[in-house]
């Protein structure tokens, strides 16, 4: 869909966007909620993080908010020097683009998306989330990392294929329907002539 690097640049703000609040919704209530809650003793996740102070990153309890911006400036990073450029490539060793229906290449897209993007976030936020206070272990750390990989890879995959990538998809159509126009009708018109 993106044509140029500002347009991927856009196309993976749009999905970071979404993408981070809905991870941070999902690693805050899904798979830290319980654990919140019971530590506290409150009965809902937002008031026992607010009754701990925040969330705890790197061994510090920062807001909501802090957790989203920081997810935030990580994953775009992330996905624009990793994640966009190593998932086409795949995608293209598997597919050539120019032969393959556009919906199964931008499958193959996503898929690999989430193949290099959950192991690696995965991995950072195991860094910001573990549990300094109680001292610092590598094989502890690996572990953690695992378990964020079994949590969050079936929920990025399902997420990416069915919710997310789609809403992305409609957005980006709907900001660059000009552009997109244009180059349909360009695409027509070199037909005509040749």
Not at 16 to 36: E, K
């Amino acid at each position: 869909m993106p044509r140029n690097q500002f347009q991927r640049m856009i196309f993976a703000l749009i999905t970071v966007v979404i993408t981070v609040h809905a991870y941070v919704f999902y690693s805050l209530y899904v798979i830290h909620g319980g654990m919140f809650m019971t530590l506290t003793g409150e009965s809902s996740v937002l008031a026992a993080i607010n009754k701990m102070g925040g969330v705890p990153v790197f061994g510090k309890h920062v807001p909501i908010w802090a957790v989203v911006l920081i997810e935030f400036v990580l994953a775009y990073t992330l996905e624009n020097l990793l994640g966009s450029p190593l998932s086409f490539k795949l995608a293209s060793k598997v597919f050539d683009p120019r032969k393959t229906h556009p919906v199964l290449f931008e499958t193959a897209i996503i898929c690999a998306t989430v193949g290099i993007m959950c192991p690696a976030m995965s991995l950072i936020a195991a860094f910001l989330y573990y549990d300094y206070q109680s001292g610092f272990n590598i094989f502890t750390l690996l572990a953690e990392w695992l378990k964020l990989v079994c949590f969050n890879f079936p929920f990025a995959f399902f997420t990416q294929l069915f919710f997310i990538q789609p809403a992305v998809r409609t957005i980006f159509k709907l900001i660059f329907a000009k552009d997109i126009k244009s180059r349909i009708e360009n695409k027509e018109s070199h037909k005509i002539t040749v």
